[in-house]
């Protein structure tokens, strides 16, 4: 395998790991003072469905692209959907913009993989 084709094979994986880990961050929003540790636990816990979403997407796409590449795409454009309206438009391609990214390259990875046969 040339060095190309592992990075295309890794490189989804890793920026969807990263964009879930990315949308984490946003989540530490919740520790706020009078709040009790019930009330800071539910609210992260809600924060984070979006990165559990991302995780599960990563771990069934993991052999099969076609699953991250639709994932994707229906997450971003869900995601625009519910929000839109509420946000500047650089916020939608931040949020939105990394999964498409990323659904494309899942399906560059499908498309060689498919080429290459069964077995690759």
């Known amino acids: 395998m040339t060095t190309g084709k592992i990075m295309l094979l890794w490189a989804p994986r890793l920026l969807l790991i990263l964009f879930a880990l990315f949308l984490i961050v946003f989540s530490f929003d919740v520790f706020q003072e009078g709040k009790s540790a019930t009330q800071i636990g539910i609210a992260f816990l809600l924060h984070n469905v979006p990165s559990m979403i991302l995780g599960l997407?990563?771990?069934?796409?993991?052999?099969?692209?076609?699953?991250?590449?639709?994932a994707c795409v229906v997450l971003a454009v869900a995601w625009i959907a519910w929000a839109w309206g509420r946000f500047p438009l650089v916020t939608y391609i931040?949020?939105?913009?990394?999964?498409?990214?990323?659904a494309?390259?899942?399906?560059?990875?499908?498309?060689?993989?498919a080429r290459a046969g069964p077995g690759s």
């Open 57 to 70: 997407t990563v771990y069934l796409a993991w052999r099969r692209e076609w699953i991250g590449s639709v």
């Open 94 to 102: 931040a949020i939105a913009g990394p999964p498409l990214l990323i």
């Open 104 to 113: 494309a390259l899942y399906a560059v990875n499908w498309r060689l993989r």
